[in-house]
């Protein structure tokens, strides 16, 4: 079955430092990767979609980056991180007729 | 455009009774609709989908969903709660994908002795 990787769970980091993300799949080929953020009372945004290697799409202009250096390797990242970007952020997967399907997500607290 | 509204953002329920977790939605096609259970500090997780078919659903847990296109609505049942099935349930409708998915806000479910 497909397994998302998520890392680290927890991740502390001052403002203005880099950042990066890794969330690498199992258990499957070709899927649809995205990166969702969560705060606190507002649901969960969309920030990026990869439909394959080098593929990103962005829906929402900010701080961040992704890239998608391999089918299964998904990765989110900062030059410079805000407070702003505190958050839980999950990455999720989908195949064609399949369900969203999310990894236990990164707590990121920016100080 | 397409739009999830849950309108409870806090529920309680004593544990054994029966629960339904409302959610109204707005989408200009014929909906894919899901709902997702998230424990803390965890990932979602996938109770039941809907995508064509019988309008009652059964999913995981114990969950059924139904939904009812009169009223634009997919709400969430359980006959019977269990302490553990305190989390942050979250509504999501739109096509069968994850960019053109809309999410709720989500109901934060606390279960009472």
């Known amino acids: 079955s497909q397994t998302i990787h998520q890392w680290p769970a927890t991740l502390v980091q001052p403002v203005g430092s880099p950042l990066s993300l890794e969330c690498t799949v199992e258990?499957?080929?070709?899927?649809?990767l995205y990166w969702y953020r969560q705060a606190a009372g507002r649901g969960l945004q969309l920030l990026f979609y990869s439909v394959g290697i080098g593929q990103i799409s962005s829906e929402v202009p900010q701080n961040l980056s992704a890239s998608r250096p391999q089918d299964r390797q998904f990765i989110l990242s900062s030059k410079k991180l805000l407070l702003s970007d505190s958050g839980f952020y999950l990455c999720?997967?989908?195949?064609?007729?399949?369900?969203?399907?999310f990894g236990n997500g990164t707590r990121l607290t920016v100080t | 455009a397409q739009s999830v509204t849950q309108p409870d953002i806090h529920i309680t329920v004593s544990e054994g009774a029966s629960l339904e977790l409302r959610c109204n939605y707005s989408y200009g096609a014929t909906p894919y609709l899901f709902w997702y259970v998230q424990s803390p500090g965890q990932g979602l997780q996938l109770l039941l989908k809907?995508?064509?078919?019988?309008?009652l659903v059964q999913g995981i847990k114990g969950f059924e969903a139904e939904f009812k296109r009169s009223q634009s609505s997919f709400n969430l049942r359980k006959p019977s709660v269990h302490w553990s099935d305190a989390a942050e349930y979250f509504c999501?409708?739109?096509?069968?994908?994850?960019?053109?998915?809309?999410f709720g806000k989500g109901t934060s479910l606390l279960v009472t002795p």
């Open positions: 999501a409708v739109g096509a069968n994908s994850g960019y053109a998915l809309n």
């Open positions: 258990g499957t080929s070709n899927p649809n």
């Open positions: 809907y995508f064509s078919g019988d309008t």
């Open positions: 999720a997967l989908d195949r064609p007729n399949s369900p969203l399907h």
